[in-house]
Structure formats: C-alpha cells, structure tokens
C-alpha cells in the first residue's frame, strides 16, 4: 500500500482490523481538512494540531482519539483548551514509532492546506 491510502502510519502494532483501517483514515483526513488550523512539530516525538473551537470539532477529535488509543496504544493524545486559548491537539509517540508520527504530520499538514 502506497503513502496516499495512509498505510505508511499504520503500524504493525496497530489492532484495528484491516478492513475498517480507510475508514479510520477517512475520519482523521475529515477531522484534518474540517478542524485542524495549524500544525507544529515541536519535537520527533511530538504533533501538536491546533483545531477550530467548535463544540463539533472537540467532540469529533475526542472520539476519534480515544477510538484509536483502543488499536494503538503507543499513542499518547492530549486534546486541551487552556486558559480559553485554541483547542489544541498534542500526539506524541515514543521513539520507536516516530516514523508513524511522520507520516501523520504529513497527511495532517496536506489535508489542511487543501
């Protein structure tokens, strides 16, 4: 499977069954073009999102979110809204999967630059 159909971040760890895997990367592409305003890479190891405030777009990345801690569990996801700033949206991995880290960056920064 190529980089475009989202093989590229999904892991051997990973327990979602292969047959749901382009449903799941159809949500995160639908969470990237619809909420993500921003994207930063403060080290290998770390993505932060910056997402719209909507109620919708929160509610949306915390399902998904805790949906995909269930299959990947070298995941950390912290979503926030500190002091009433911009939802944010921190990723962080551990050293051993910063490859899917890459990978989800880029699919997250070409997917809100569209």
């Not at 919708?56 to 002091?83: G, I, K, M, N, Y």
């Amino acid at each position: 499977m190529s980089d475009e159909d989202g093989s590229s971040w999904v892991p051997d760890a990973c327990t979602l069954p292969t047959t749901e895997r382009p449903l799941r990367l159809a949500e995160f592409d639908t969470l990237f073009r619809a909420g993500v305003r921003a994207v930063d890479r403060p080290s290998a190891r770390h993505l932060r999102l910056r997402l719209d405030g909507a109620d919708q777009v929160e509610r949306t990345a915390r399902d998904l979110t805790a949906r995909e801690s269930a299959c990947c569990s070298f995941f950390t996801f912290d979503l926030a809204r500190p002091d009433d700033g911009p939802l944010t949206l921190d990723i962080r991995v551990p050293a051993a999967h910063t490859d899917v880290l890459d990978a989800l960056a880029a699919r997250a920064a070409s997917r809100h630059d569209r």
